[in-house]
């Protein structure tokens, strides 16, 4: 069964620092791996989608990459801000089924 | 372009009810996913329609059903409520064609039972 973990579940960083959040899978068969931040009672906001072929992606200040073959994405977040401060989740999808991370709490302190 | 919609926004119902939750999809989406996520946690895949047929399911029991519509709006239907049923239920929108692509997620239905 596939199982997602992220680290850390919890991170504070002052205004300005670069970031890494790490997620896990421990199934490489997978058809692409989705990040996504929510903020506290709202839904999920897309940020990037990563299909299995690929690498990695860049959106702004954003940076996913993906290891298949290791179960491995990371998203780097850079010269992150305040409103950066959300929870981040990663999601693979196996072709039937997607399996979330239970999320790391970001905190961008001004 | 329309985004993901759900209603109702809130709902109370007491042990033993039942429930339906509805959900638009994005324009040009054909495939609906429904999502469980309580307090705390990453949400958990209840299932997929695509083309209004059931296409994947999580560990969720039958008392957990759906439809998908012609024109790819979705309902989720929970029989028999038990407390352990209050969570946030997420639906989220994609089109599927040569490859599985982005999800788009609603706001969710927040469900409380008493």
């Known amino acids: 069964k596939q199982e997602v973990t992220q680290i850390p579940a919890a991170l504070s960083v002052p205004e300005g620092e670069n970031l890494v959040l790490n997620c896990s899978f421990t199934d490489s068969a997978i058809y692409n791996l989705q990040w996504f931040r929510q903020d506290p009672g709202k839904g999920l906001t897309s940020l990037l989608l990563?299909?299995?072929?690929?690498r990695e992606q860049t959106s702004g200040r954003l940076n996913a990459s993906l290891d298949k073959s290791s179960g491995r994405s990371t998203l780097y977040i850079a010269a992150s801000q305040p409103g950066d401060s959300a929870t981040y989740l990663c999601?693979?999808?196996?072709?039937?089924?997607?399996?979330f991370g239970t999320g790391t709490s970001l905190t961008v302190i001004p | 372009e329309t985004g993901v919609t759900q209603s109702p926004t809130h709902l109370i119902k007491t042990r033993g009810q039942q429930v339906t939750l509805r959900c638009s999809s994005q324009s040009g989406h054909n495939t609906v996913s429904w999502y469980q996520q309580a307090l705390g946690q990453g949400p958990q895949f209840i299932f997929q329609?695509?083309?209004?047929?059931?296409?994947g399911r999580g560990n969720f029991p039958p008392r957990f059903s759906g439809l998908q519509f012609p024109n790819y709006s979705s309902e989720l239907n929970v029989n028999a409520l038990e407390l352990d049923d209050s969570a946030l239920y997420l639906c989220a929108s994609s089109f599927r064609g040569a490859s599985y692509n982005e999800q788009f997620f609603g706001p969710g239905t927040r469900l409380t039972v008493l």
């Open positions: 990563i299909q299995s072929s690929q």
């Open positions: 329609y695509y083309r209004e047929e059931e296409n």
């Open positions: 999601a693979v999808n196996t072709g039937n089924q997607f399996y």
